[in-house]
């Protein structure tokens, strides 16, 4: 059995925002259930909260009205507050916290708290519940929110007396933050939040059970690096968990030493800088063909905080068949589950990677591996397959162009958010990241309505960066209310609305292996004399700024006039053609071997 001491999150005071436990000659201070959560939240140095009152958790809000250390931002739906709180905590490293009542407020959140499973985020959400007495009676508003979220959490807890609370927030905080990072949700009854019990703020966390492994066995270590020594088409595949342990420095100096090409998932956008020669690109589906071919051609592949997702793999009996694999992740459950592993590393990858990078020097002390055949192959791909896009025959703008725009003229300091679809692949392409936690997506689950409020969180948790959310004209439409929440709150994002008047990816499948039958898939929201809704007209009625482009000379001083304005959210419409696709792309159910680089090369494709 063991304890752990409870982390004060990076970013926060180094000291509690409170007073800590009185002396033990002193009595504990007695508190209700809901003043136990805020001082528990005080405790932990949590500043940002996001969520929704309502009947079961309404004890709690009105303690939270007396408190001067906790910033509360009211969303407009449950929804956003869980993304928003993802938002922060992706782009900060730090816990977010998202608060909503019983029943649907409740299972509103449950849709953000799959994403932060999916993607590895740490995430507090609290719920209230009905009265313990009433549980089980199908009383008005229950649900039973700890067994619906076992499945998506690390853990759920369900807390019904008040003497229970601060040891379980701090479990909470503890489970959320190590080891793989994820949501814990913290259900409490509403006779717990009113009744008092004596506040007792525990100095350790006793786990049973919960021992995430951070520090891996040296033998693994070496037999990694004598592997890296030996190999002579090695390719660093580097998922989401290199950003999630705060290992982009270690990764950069062991990339180096190595001199082996990088490629970055999706979620790893950023943890390794796209101006560094050695990096490649993202690979999968949409990813570079550069990216995707060295893999594939690859003799050794060192898997660092990936887990081998199917939209990177392709058909898995046919990634990367020549090479061996050592898969370095925290998390067990990972290690082997679609890829079996030549060596297995379980552990914590700033650590990992940094003993990597020693061992490696020690094993290659006599003599540098020659890697210069295997540049000479992948600088010829890149010759060959530079990432490009065709301009529109439509008259419309190219939505490539535009996201390229925007992160050309913003800089790498700012913030992206994405939603869901084709231009969460083109800004995870066009856009170059030169930091971590600079592009926020939702990969795992792909989570259409994420971008706005996970954008709003961002801005909250770093308030100096300017922060854009990138989205689609689908996807905008699912959690734009969230902008009433930004003018309110003087979190003044830019929405640039990539509108193709369309459900873009859908429309591309349909086009291409459903013979273009564009099957309830049309929005009407930019093409033709139709707008519905309006987007400039929507953006006016927030308080936002609203902007409409629609041709190419508009693009840059749009961009600029929406970063120049801080005073509120700024809103643009982009106009852009709806027959653009992403490429390249490797069709579902097929191998990696079978990137294309544009659809006139690929007639015989058929969807697996």
């Known amino acids: 059995m063991s304890t ?26 007695m508190l209700t259930g809901s003043g136990a959560i805020l001082r528990s939240l005080e405790m932990l140095g949590i500043t940002d909260v996001f969520g929704l009152p309502g009947g079961a958790i309404m004890p709690f809000y009105d303690e939270l009205m007396s408190s001067t250390a906790i910033r509360h931002i009211l969303v407009r739906h449950e929804q956003g507050a869980g993304h928003a709180a993802e938002g922060y905590a992706a782009a900060t490293g730090r816990i977010g916290v998202c608060i909503a009542t019983s029943g649907p407020g409740a299972t509103n959140l449950v849709t953000a708290i799959a994403d932060a499973h999916m993607d590895s985020v740490p995430l507090l959400a609290i719920t209230g519940q009905v009265f313990s007495t009433s549980m089980g009676t199908d009383a008005f508003q229950e649900v039973d929110i700890v067994g619906i979220t076992m499945p998506i959490t690390k853990h759920s807890f369900l807390v019904t007396r008040p003497e229970d609370i601060p040891a379980t927030i701090a479990a909470a905080y503890l489970i959320a933050t190590t080891g793989r990072p994820g949501p814990v949700l913290v259900d409490v009854t509403k006779d717990c939040q009113q009744n008092s019990a004596p506040f007792i703020w525990p100095p350790k966390v006793d786990l049973p059970g919960y021992r995430p492994v951070t520090k891996a066995h040296g033998k693994q270590i070496q037999a990694a690096a ?42 790893a956008r950023g943890v390794f800088p796209d101006s560094n020669p050695l990096n490649l690109g993202m690979p999968g589906m949409h990813g570079t063909v550069p990216a995707v071919l060295a893999i594939q051609e690859s003799d050794l592949l060192i898997s660092l905080g990936a887990r081998f997702d199917d939209r990177v793999t392709g058909k898995p009996s046919e990634f990367a068949p020549n090479a ?25 990858a700033k650590d990992v990677i940094a003993d990597l990078t020693v061992a490696f020097a020690d094993a290659t002390k006599n003599a540098k591996p020659d890697l210069s055949e295997w ?46 679809g084709q231009h969460q692949m083109w800004a995870a392409q066009f856009i170059k990241y030169e930091r971590p936690n600079a592009f926020l997506n939702s990969g795992g689950a792909g989570t259409m309505g994420y971008g706005l409020p996970a954008a709003m969180g961002a801005k909250v948790a ?21 902008l009433a929440t930004c003018t309110i709150n003087n979190i003044p994002i830019k929405v640039a609305i990539i509108n193709n008047s369309s459900l873009g990816m859908v429309r591309q499948w349909q086009s291409l292996f459903y013979d273009g039958r ?23 009625a927030y308080g936002a700024l609203g902007i409409r482009v629609t041709k190419k000379e508009e693009v840059d001083a749009a961009i600029k006039l929406a970063n120049e304005t801080n005073d509120r959210p700024v809103v643009i419409d982009f106009i852009v053609s709806r027959d653009s696709m992403v490429w390249p792309m490797v069709p579902q159910g097929v ?13 015989e494709w058929e969807e697996e």
């Not at 004060?8 to 002396?23: E, F, I, L, N, W």
């Not at 898969?327 to 592993?341: G, L, N, Q, T, Y």
């Not at 309006?534 to 006016?540: C, E, N, R, T």
């Open 518 to 540: 564009h099957s309830f898939t049309d929005l009407n929201t930019g093409h033709g004399t139709v707008m519905i809704p309006d987007f400039v007209k929507m953006a006016d």
């Open 462 to 482: 770093e308030p100096e960066r300017t922060v854009w959310a990138i989205d689609g004209d689908g996807c905008f439409q699912m959690t734009n209310q969230e």
């Open 4 to 29: 752990e001491s409870i982390p004060v999150p990076k970013g926060s005071p180094s000291k509690p925002a409170v007073s800590s436990q009185p002396a033990e000659s002193s009595q504990p201070e």
């Open 324 to 348: 061996k694999v050592v898969h370095v992740d925290i998390d067990p459950a990972e290690i082997s589950k679609i890829r079996v592993a030549d060596v297995p590393i379980v552990g914590d």
């Open 591 to 603: 191998g990696n071997s079978s990137v294309q680089y544009a659809r006139e090369h690929a007639p």
């Open 226 to 267: 004598q592997l890296l020594a030996e190999a002579r088409r090695p390719v660093f595949y580097v998922g989401g968990g290199v950003g999630r342990a705060k290992a982009s420095a270690e990764l950069l100096e062991l990339a180096e030493k190595v001199g082996a090409p990088v490629v970055t998932t999706l979620m």
């Open 375 to 420: 540049w000479a192959r992948l600088d010829h791909l890149r010759g060959l397959y530079p990432l490009g896009y065709d301009e529109p025959d439509d008259g419309l703008l190219s939505p490539q162009y535009v996201i390229e725009r925007i992160g050309q003229i913003t800089g790498p300091e700012a913030i992206y958010a994405a939603g869901v």
